[in-house]
């Protein structure tokens, strides 16, 4: 954590001298008044300069970027990871020869890791994110699995006049076959509490 503490005539004045030292603007720092210091009879006799401590703010984008570091560290992968900020919506996408290590039977260890990593971003920080923790484009490729299947289970469950039960998957995938079938002659609802949350299509 960068910090300094600096002094001026005035708490301001304190302050601007801690941004030149730090290289770095006001909005990218939180400011401790140690002494709001007192200026004196004419300015001058009795005079007692301010301090301030200055402490560069925590970027919580960054700060999630090297805790998903750590956590695939531990897993005993080295990740590249390139970030990308929309609004408040954070992808970060991971990058190594055994992704398969980390994506996990049908995305299960890319979903849990995701969950952590959105509890991670949103500690300690008034802006709320939105999180995708992806893995060399394996959530482009789920989405067009995910979209195939809907498809293929509301065509099964026209043609037999039966409910069709999908697997238990996370609320983004389940949102993925909702608004695939929305137009469809079916009617698609979630059923069950997670982490068995699933997807039934009805006829």
Known sequence: ????????????????SALEQLGVEKNQVDVEVIDEG?????????????????????DPIEETAQFIKEVTSN???SVKIDTEVKENHVT????????????GKRGQTLNALQYLVHLVINKHNDTYYTVTLDAEGYRARRKETLESLALKMGDKAQKTKKRVVL???????????????QDK????????????RHIVIKP
Request: net charge positive.
């Open 1 to 16: 954590m960068r910090e300094v503490t600096a002094s001026g005539q005035t708490v301001e004045e304190a302050v601007q």
């Open 167 to 181: 697997e238990p998957m996370p609320a983004f995938e389940r949102k993925i076959i909702h608004s695939v079938l």
């Open 75 to 77: 897993m005993n992968l």
């Open 38 to 58: 007192k200026k004196g009879v004419f300015g001058i006799f009795g005079s007692k300069r301010a301090f301030v401590k200055v402490t560069v703010a925590k």
């Open 92 to 103: 970060y996408t991971m990058h190594h020869e055994n992704i398969a290590k980390l994506i």
């Open 185 to 196: 002659q079916v009617s698609t609802y979630s059923d069950g509490v997670e982490p068995h």
